[in-house]
């Protein structure tokens, strides 16, 4: 079994900062590329930043040079330090994963969510 587990979400007010963290754990090989989404009331889940095994980063327009996406490969875990937060940033936030189990098999993986509310 895989799991993915998202934390450090909570709320906050306009301008401030949170780091959420995403730790994958189980029967995994490798993994490839991660992303945080999030979903608001009422709206669809969208995509809020990516990135690839090597590297490679990519964000969402309304959160380009407030929000960074890092991954430790060593440890399994991705990370998104969310700075000048504005409350159109609130949300739950999901992590996913394409990664390779020990079995072997392909899949993306997904966290429960976190909270981010942001107030005005």
């Known amino acids: 079994q895989v799991q993915l587990v998202e934390s450090g979400g909570g709320l906050v007010q306009t301008g401030e900062s949170l780091r959420l963290s995403c730790a994958a754990s189980?029967?995994?090989?490798?993994?490839?590329?991660m992303g945080w989404y999030r979903q608001a009331p009422g709206k669809q889940r969208e995509l809020v930043a990516s990135i690839t095994r090597g590297g490679t980063t990519n964000y969402a327009d309304s959160v380009k040079g407030r929000f960074t996406i890092s991954r430790d490969s060593a440890k399994n875990t991705m990370y998104l330090q969310m700075n000048s937060l504005k409350p159109e940033d609130t949300a739950v936030y999901y992590c996913?994963?394409?990664?390779?189990?020990?079995?072997?098999?392909?899949?993306?993986?997904w966290g429960q969510g976190t909270q981010v509310t942001v107030s005005s």
């Open positions: 996913n994963a394409d990664l390779v189990t020990l079995t072997p098999s392909v899949r993306t993986y």
């Open positions: 189980g029967r995994i090989f490798s993994i490839n590329a």
